[in-house]
């Protein structure tokens, strides 16, 4: 059984899923693939699960570095989970690009070719957007390319991590609930 919780970003409304294992997705209203791996009879309520990813969010929009990752569920392919582990280990305010991932995993599977557009099949349908970092990954020489939330999104979400001041709406105020 999933649970559910609406989660108000400074980039727009988000829905977080959980199950009794850790965060199955947190999507952007409107983003490509929402709600993508919401099982039927998922219920709106706070779990253990959920209350981390939003403690995680909190901290990551106020500015702050979160030292810890909400426990994940992550449900694909071998080859997509594969992909999203890569993911996770892009540090914060860096990038990597599709050929630079594809060569990681080249790398890790014994030379085994990988395309990068491969790469860029299972990082689109990342189901855990901010958290899982698909946001980190551009096109060749840095160029911004496709994202779920949108490329505005994702270059705020950058320009956030890079040390750039953002004028973020203010949704997230000191003390109140960012649970909707």
Not at 109 to 138: E, Q, W, Y
Request: charge should be positive; include cysteine.
């Amino acid at each position: 059984m999933q649970n559910i919780v609406f989660y108000r970003s400074p980039l727009g409304m988000m829905l977080l899923a959980a199950d009794e294992v850790g965060l199955t997705g947190a999507w952007f209203e409107g983003q490509k693939y929402f709600a993508g791996t919401l099982t039927e009879g998922a219920r709106e309520e706070r779990s253990p699960v959920t209350d981390e990813a939003v403690r995680w969010l909190d901290l990551y929009f106020s500015g702050a570095v979160p030292d810890f990752l909400p426990p994940l569920h992550l449900t694909g392919s071998a080859f997509r989970r594969e992909v999203w582990a890569l993911l996770c280990a892009v540090p914060y305010g860096e990038t990597v690009t599709y050929g630079g991932l594809a060569a990681r995993l080249r790398a890790k599977n014994g030379g085994r070719p990988v395309s990068a557009r491969a790469v860029g099949g299972a990082v689109a349908h990342n189901p855990v957007s901010v958290i899982v970092p698909c946001h980190r990954v551009t096109g060749a020489g840095g160029r911004l390319t496709g994202y779920a939330g949108g490329l505005e999104r994702k270059r705020q979400l950058l320009r956030r991590e890079q040390g750039q001041k953002i004028n973020y709406s203010s949704s997230l105020v000191a003390g109140s609930s960012s649970v909707v």
